[in-house]
């Protein structure tokens, strides 16, 4: 059976990550975007190129259907787009729109000084060490 601090961990970061999505909604709220959509729109501002639809999913660890309905979402806000895979019929490929270059390049400022300011009160090795932390849980999760 689990200890309590497993518990408590687990906990807490489930009220760690309701909490950064709430506070980031104000970010996003004039561009009517949520952050869920954001995370979306960084990675493919991010990227070299198109990303497939499960190459999207993979990085931002959720299911393609989520991210089926995530990338429909945008395409209606004109903020991506979606094209057929040549080199895979079954697949599709997303990237920026023009519209959607535009809003992550005027609401990435805003956003990187809101992740500066986080954790202010932490120490940068603590913080380090979250981190890794936090990435071993998911490595051992995906596995």
Do not use: H
Request: aromatic share 2%; charged share 30%.
């Amino acid at each position: 059976m689990p200890g309590t601090t497993e518990r408590d961990l687990i906990v807490g970061v489930i009220q760690l990550a309701n909490l950064l999505t709430r506070r980031l909604a104000p970010i996003f709220e004039k561009s009517k975007i949520t952050p869920q959509q954001w995370a979306v729109l960084s990675v493919l501002g991010e990227s070299e190129g198109a990303l497939s639809l499960a190459g999207l999913a993979r990085k931002l660890l959720v299911s393609k259907q989520n991210m089926t309905g995530m990338v429909a979402r945008l395409e209606q806000l004109g903020l991506a787009e979606r094209e057929a895979d040549p080199a895979d019929l079954r697949s599709s490929k997303v990237q920026l729109s023009r519209r959607g270059r535009a809003l992550v390049d005027k609401l990435r400022p805003s956003y990187d000084e809101w992740v500066r300011t986080l954790g202010k009160d932490v120490s940068q090795r603590d913080m380090q060490s979250l981190t890794r932390t936090v990435d071993r849980l998911i490595s051992e999760l995906e596995a």
